[in-house]
């Protein structure tokens, strides 16, 4: 084995990794095929190129993307820093000057003499994984030929691509006035059966359900349909278009082709009694467990181009989640990734090659800083493996260390997460006030992070 470690890609992951690396002491081989190769969304000739918002959202330390960075900032990363020195006035927001900010960090990378930066496209990575450790940094558009060699070092049929994704919310969030537990036809009433006989039998079998539900009116939901269909949308780019459209369907464009259309589909509420009424109800939206530990739950079927801000104010009318925290709205585009759930470990390695790590959004992680954050830890775990020193795994109770236990534990509908307190292990006591309760769990993963690196 060689005694430098390969990063592949050199966007935001990819960069960290090799400064990470390199200020170890340990060469690196950067491969960048820019500017000889670009993908369909890249166009500047310098790393750490921003493609779409300039914006590392926000900076507050109740917040989950700003906790992250300070987390960041405390284990020296270089691309925070250089965020912090490119910054333009944003309110509680971290933005950059995306021109300076690509600039800076090339600039870094060329003068350090640790890093040897070589622009040519890897199609295959057999070669480089048998010379020296590698982290794969290729991001959501990976080249094809790269896919094909990733994919079968994997052994998965073809990396997914992230078509679409419904939006989640806290399950504290939900309003359980309104919604109930269950699964369809079990929860519902039988023909002729007590009503309260009913109530007693779904109130026994309440924990076993995997489904909350939130049963509509016909007004309610004619007021949400109207609000959907006339609701602002994002433009997606050509390239995505064609990479989505083929096999999934927006929920906004299923709902256009006519008034009934969701309530035969996604929102049927067929198999269900509403507790409130002992009827069936005109529609109804499910949502299912998307963590572990069952504090955040996905909207079924509810795949969206909306504009972020819409996707808050539409679907805040469903009754139950007028008051819902959404720690991840939907979104659709074009995200090649690989199964991490089930491939790599808490430190970003490969469970079955000792050399191999994945860093940055084609493991899962959804983000600029949580990009970031993977390809700082997956560096330093590259550095440990080839030094022969242990293994560099951070608290869950931090949000760094939260994202690598989501993406590395087994979950059969795994999907990208970007930073949110929904992942991070629950306080003992329930607090009822946002701020308080994200001020003791940002202040919880700080004291937990000190305790780590010191």
């Known amino acids: 084995m060689k005694d430098y470690i390969n990063v592949i890609g050199g966007g935001l992951a990819g960069t960290e990794a090799a400064y990470q690396i390199a200020k170890r002491g340990i060469k690196v081989n950067l491969y960048e095929m820019k500017p000889k190769k670009f993908s369909p969304a ?50 509680q927001a971290l933005a950059v000057d995306r021109e300076i900010f690509a600039k800076k960090v090339t600039e870094q990378l060329q003068c350090n003499p640790n890093i040897k930066i070589i622009n040519e496209e890897i199609v295959d990575l ?34 997914y691509f992230y078509d679409a994704a419904a939006p989640i919310v806290t399950k504290d969030s939900i ?26 039998r779904i109130s026994q079998t309440q924990d076993k359900q995997n489904y909350i539900n939130l049963p509509m009116n016909k007004e309610e939901y004619e007021n949400f349909y109207n609000n959907l269909i006339n609701a602002e949308v994002v433009e997606l780019h050509n390239f995505e278009k064609r990479e989505i459209f083929e096999g999934c369907m927006p929920i906004e464009i299923m709902a256009k082709r006519g008034e009934d259309t969701l309530r035969f589909g996604p929102l049927k509420p067929v198999g269900f009694t509403d507790p409130r009424t002992g ?129 590395s534990t087994p979950n059969d509908k795994f999907q990208p997460m970007n930073a949110n307190f929904g992942i991070v292990p629950p306080l003992e006591k329930r607090i009822k006030d946002k701020k308080q309760k994200y001020t003791i769990l940002a202040d919880r993963a ?9």
């Open 42 to 91: 890249h166009s500047n000739k310098n790393l750490a190129e921003i493609v779409c918002s300039n914006s590392f959202k926000s900076n507050l330390h109740t917040n989950a993307c700003g906790l992250l960075k300070e987390e960041l900032r405390a284990m020296d990363s270089l691309l925070i820093k250089i965020a912090d020195e490119t910054s333009v006035p944003a309110g």
């Open 126 to 159: 057999n070669k480089l994984i048998e010379e020296a450790i590698t982290i794969v940094a290729t991001g959501p558009l990976t080249s094809d030929d790269l896919a094909k060699s990733i994919s079968n070092i994997t052994k998965q049929d073809k990396l």
């Open 175 to 200: 309003n359980f006035d309104v919604a109930f537990w269950g699964d369809r036809y079990e929860q519902e009433r039988e023909k002729n059966e007590d009503i309260e006989a009913w109530k007693e």
């Open 279 to 407: 009827k069936r109800p005109y529609a109804l939206v499910q949502l299912r467990q998307d963590d572990t530990e069952g504090n955040i739950f996905n909207l079924v079927g509810f795949q969206t181009n909306l504009k972020f801000g819409e996707q808050k104010r539409v679907f805040s009318m469903i009754p139950g989640l007028e008051n819902a925290e959404f720690v991840k709205y939907g979104v659709m585009h074009r995200n090649t990734f690989i199964d991490s759930s089930h491939l790599l470990t808490n430190t970003y390695k490969m469970r079955n090659i000792p050399n191999l790590y994945f860093a940055g959004q084609i493991t899962g992680v959804e983000g600029y800083v949580e990009s970031i954050s993977s390809g700082l830890i997956a560096a330093i775990n590259a550095v440990n493996e080839l030094l022969g020193k242990d293994e560099f795994v951070l608290p869950v109770e931090t949000m760094s260390g939260a994202l690598a236990n989501y993406i």
């Open 446 to 454: 700080m004291e937990k992070l000190k305790e780590t690196l010191d």
